[in-house]
DNA sequence: GTTTAACCCTGCACGC
DNA sequence: TGCGTGCAGGGTTAAA
C-alpha cells in the first residue's frame, strides 16, 4: 500500500537511476490511466525526446521534470508500482503503460487495481492541479515543525485519525502508517484533534517522524497481497516491524493487551485499547 | 464544519 | 466446482 515511505523509496530509487534519462517511446496500454487526457497524444507527445532532469515528491504525488519545463505526474493509488526493465522482460499482467528510454531500458507501471494515475502538465500550471493544490506539507520537510502541527490540530475538532489521514492537513499518511503513528505516540484514533495536551502534541509530532522514517529505512511495507515493491521488484521490510496494523487479536507489544480493530469510515483501524488513550 | 458512504477496480477468501 | 458476496483501500464527491 504505498504511503508517503512507499513512494519515497520510489522516488530515490528514480532519482539514483533514470535522472538524465532521454525518453524515446510511450505505449499505453491502457487509457483509463492516463484518464484526464482525452487522447494519448496529449500524453505523449510532451513525453517523446524529452530528458528527466529532476524528480519530486509531493505527498504521494510524484514528478518527473522535463528538460521542456513539462512535468510528469505519477499517483501509485493503492496497488501501483513502477518497474525497471530491460525491455526483454515479457511484460506483466495489469501493465497499463510503459516509458521506454534512448538507452538503459524502460519504466513499467503496473497497477493491479487501477486506482493510480498518470498525467503531464506544464511545470508552472502545477499549482493548478486540482489534486496537488490541496497537498499540505510534507511532515518529513525541514519546515513542519512541531508548533505549526500543533496549530492544524488546534483548527479542528476531527477524529486523530482522520485529520492526519486529511491531505489538506498532512500529506502522505494513508491507513497503515497513521494506526502505526498513534499507536507509537499512545492515542487513540478516535480522539478530537483540539484535545490534545502540548505533551500529547509533541508525543504525536516525534512518533510521525520516527515511523515515516522508520518506514523509508526498511524500504516500505509489503503485506501479502504484494501491491508495493520497489523498483527493482523487490519487497519492502516494514511489514515485519509494523506494531498495530494487521495485528487483530495479538498482543500489544507494549503492554499485551489484544490488539483491537475497529471498522471506521469503511477503513481498518487497529489499535491498543489499553495504552493509546 | 465534520462525518459517512458510495464510487472507481481486481483478486481473493469465504459460505453455501 | 462454481457462484455470489464481502473485503482490501487512496482519493474524491455528495449527502447527511
Known sequence: MPELPEVEVVRKDLERDVLGKKIKEVDVRLPRIIRRHKQKKEFTTPLIGRKITKIDRRGKY?????????????HLGMSGRVERSTGRKALEK??????KFQVGGELRFVDMRQFGELFVTAGDQLSGVRELQHIAIDPLEDSFTWQHFSEILASRRMKLKALLMDQKFISGLGNIYSDEILWAAGLRYDRASDSLSAQEVRRLYRAMQEVLQEGVRH???TLDDETYKDLYGKTGEMQDHLKVYGREGEPCRRCRSPIERARWSNRSTYFCPQCQV
Request: charged share 15%; glycine share 10%; aromatic share 4%.
Open 62 to 74: 510524484i514528478l518527473l521534470w522535463l528538460d521542456s519545463g513539462d512535468v510528469l505526474v505519477m
Open 219 to 221: 524500504r516500505g511495507v
Open 94 to 99: 495489469h501493465t497499463h503503460a510503459v516509458i
